[in-house]
């Protein structure tokens, strides 16, 4: 699809290269990923708030995580199973729209690195100083470290997103399947030199300080564990940490790959189809990673099931 000349507010987006035969299953199943993306993450949340044994610093958290994969699943998904119903000639989306689809897009990638920076502060607070414990991590600090990681993200998504915007537009074309920031300036004919420092700024910045808190925090609690004699302490360090080691290394692979892929224009198919399961995959992860992994988040769904089953059997 070759770029036409802009006549309005209106723009064109590609769509997602299905055939026939295999359009009914991946539609199906895309759509059963978002359902259980939704319910479970919105579950979990729901379970946390209900249940007072649970509304600690760690699983409060928690909630951020989940409340921004339900975000980020809804951002996209929807959107990809319009399209995927949808003829060439009618797949369009109006500018104003696609600016707002970029915004959420990259504050939903900004906000995952933020709020894994602060459930990691709150494993080092934990295992590092567990006797200041309960008097560091108290619920102010909770929320301040809820809001200080989406106000950093919506601050430098902003001004990402913003220096786009204030580009004229020239074309009305967008090679992807959703609005991202590179694809609104890529509409300019503009000089985007600026867009670029900033957008290499803000990953360098972004990555830089997500990667070097986790590995410094999580380096300092191997050498605490190291040091420790409590195997009880190690065994359940070992546990919540290799989670979120295991859910910040999806993250960083999924985003990886979908870079690289940029790079390479004739794997264009393939970078759709992975950015679109880079909306899916880790949400579902998550809830399956943190509601299975974690013993008190497991035994309370046991439990939740364990009622509903005798409550069944008492109605019959």
Same mark, same amino acid.
């Given at each position: 699809?070759?770029?036409?000349?802009?006549?309005?507010?209106?723009?064109i987006?590609?769509?997602?290269?299905?055939?026939?035969?295999?359009?009914?299953?991946?539609?199906?199943?895309?759509?059963?990923?978002?359902?259980?993306?939704?319910?479970?993450?919105?579950?979990?949340?729901?379970?946390?708030?209900r249940?007072?044994?649970?509304?600690?610093?760690?699983?409060l958290? #928690?909630?951020?995580? %989940?409340?921004n994969? !339900?975000?980020?699943?809804? $951002?996209?998904?929807p959107?990809?199973?319009?399209? +995927? =119903?949808?003829?060439?000639s009618?797949?369009?989306?109006?500018?104003v729209?696609?600016?707002?689809?970029?915004?959420?897009?990259h504050?939903?990638?900004?906000?995952?690195?933020?709020?894994?920076?602060?459930?990691?502060?709150?494993?080092?607070?934990?295992?590092?100083?567990?006797l200041r414990?309960?008097?560091?991590?108290t619920?102010?600090?909770?929320?301040?470290?809820?809001?200080?990681?989406?106000?950093?993200?919506l601050?430098?998504?902003?001004?990402l997103?913003?220096?786009?915007?204030?580009?004229?537009?020239?074309?009305?074309?967008?090679?992807?399947l959703?609005?991202?920031?590179?694809s #609104?300036?890529?509409? %300019?004919?503009?000089? !985007?030199?600026?867009?670029? $420092?900033?957008?290499?700024?803000y990953?360098?910045? +972004? =990555?830089?300080?997500s990667i070097?808190?986790?590995?410094?925090?999580?380096?300092?609690?191997?050498?605490?564990?190291?040091r420790?004699?409590?195997?009880?302490?190690?065994?359940k360090?070992?546990?919540?940490?290799a989670?979120?080691?295991a859910?910040?290394?999806?993250?960083?692979v999924?985003?990886f790959?979908?870079?690289i892929?940029?790079?390479?224009?004739?794997?264009?198919?393939?970078r759709?189809?992975?950015?679109?399961l880079?909306h899916?995959?880790?949400?579902?992860?998550n809830?399956?990673i943190?509601?299975l992994?974690i013993?008190?988040v497991r035994?309370?769904?046991?439990?939740?099931?364990?009622?509903?089953?005798?409550s069944?059997?008492?109605?019959?």
């Amino acid at each position: 699809m070759a770029n036409s000349t802009f006549g309005g507010d209106i723009l064109i987006l590609e769509g997602l290269k299905v055939t026939s035969q295999s359009f009914t299953p991946a539609f199906i199943l895309l759509l059963l990923v978002y359902i259980f993306i939704v319910v479970s993450n919105v579950g979990l949340v729901v379970l946390i708030f209900r249940s007072r044994s649970l509304h600690q610093p760690m699983y409060l958290l #928690l909630c951020n995580m %989940s409340i921004n994969d !339900v975000f980020g699943a809804t $951002i996209i998904v929807p959107h990809v199973l319009r399209d +995927l =119903l949808t003829s060439d000639s009618e797949r369009n989306i109006h500018y104003v729209h696609c600016a707002t689809q970029a915004f959420c897009v990259h504050l939903h990638a900004s906000a995952s690195h933020t709020v894994l920076m602060i459930m990691a502060f709150d494993r080092y607070v934990a295992i590092c100083n567990p006797l200041r414990y309960a008097t560091i991590m108290t619920n102010r600090m909770v929320v301040s470290l809820s809001v200080s990681a989406w106000a950093v993200a919506l601050f430098m998504v902003a001004i990402l997103v913003g220096l786009s915007v204030r580009l004229s537009r020239c074309r009305s074309v967008v090679f992807n399947l959703f609005c991202d920031n590179a694809s #609104l300036f890529k509409l %300019s004919c503009e000089s !985007v030199l600026i867009n670029n $420092i900033y957008g290499l700024g803000y990953t360098v910045l +972004l =990555l830089g300080s997500s990667i070097g808190s986790i590995t410094l925090t999580y380096l300092r609690i191997a050498i605490v564990c190291l040091r420790s004699k409590n195997k009880v302490l190690n065994s359940k360090a070992l546990q919540t940490c290799a989670t979120h080691l295991a859910v910040y290394f999806i993250l960083l692979v999924s985003g990886f790959i979908i870079v690289i892929l940029h790079r390479f224009p004739q794997l264009a198919d393939h970078r759709k189809v992975a950015a679109v399961l880079g909306h899916v995959v880790l949400p579902a992860l998550n809830a399956v990673i943190y509601g299975l992994q974690i013993k008190e988040v497991r035994q309370k769904i046991m439990n939740l099931f364990h009622h509903n089953k005798i409550s069944l059997m008492d109605v019959k």
